[in-house]
Nanobody, 129 residues
Framework: QVQLVESGGGLVQVGGSLRLSCPTPTIHKSDYAVGWFRQVPGKEREGVGCVKQAEGIGQDLYYAVFSRGRFTIRIDHGESTPHLLLNDVRPEDTANYYC???????????????????WGQGTQVTVSS
């Protein structure tokens, strides 16, 4: 299992931006997927998006409908760190955001979190109006 520790959450005003990070320095194999999820107490976990690295194929990205155009997933290869960039945030984006890693993941099909093997504890994002 891979230990994941998210960071970058906090209080942000409506319309603002945040960058969440999920360092993965112990992952050496190139074919892995990183998913971002969020959850509000009392509600089901919600997939935000996913990036899958496949050697020789490139990068596969998938975003949930609500995040398209506002959220971006990037991987800083030099630091082995996936990021989730939140732009133009809204009050309904308030949630605990966390990342997960898996190797047998299909980004779109597993948007609910199936096939991810390691999960972080999350970082809280609170959007104030």
């Amino acid at each position: 299992q891979v230990q994941l520790v998210e960071s970058g959450g906090g209080l942000v005003q409506v319309g603002g931006s945040l960058r969440l990070s999920c360092p993965t320095p112990t992952i050496h194999k190139s074919d892995y997927a990183v998913g971002w999820f969020r959850q509000v107490p009392g509600k089901e976990r919600e997939g935000v998006g996913c990036v899958k690295q496949a050697e020789g194929i490139g990068q596969d990205l998938y975003y949930a409908v609500f995040s398209r155009g506002r959220f971006t997933i990037r991987i800083d290869h030099g630091e082995s760190t996936p990021h989730l960039l939140l732009n133009d945030v809204r009050p309904e984006d308030t949630a605990n955001y966390y990342c997960a890693v898996g190797w047998s993941v299909a980004c779109e099909a597993d948007l609910k979190g199936d096939n991810y093997l390691s999960w972080g504890q999350g970082t809280q994002v609170t959007v104030s109006s």
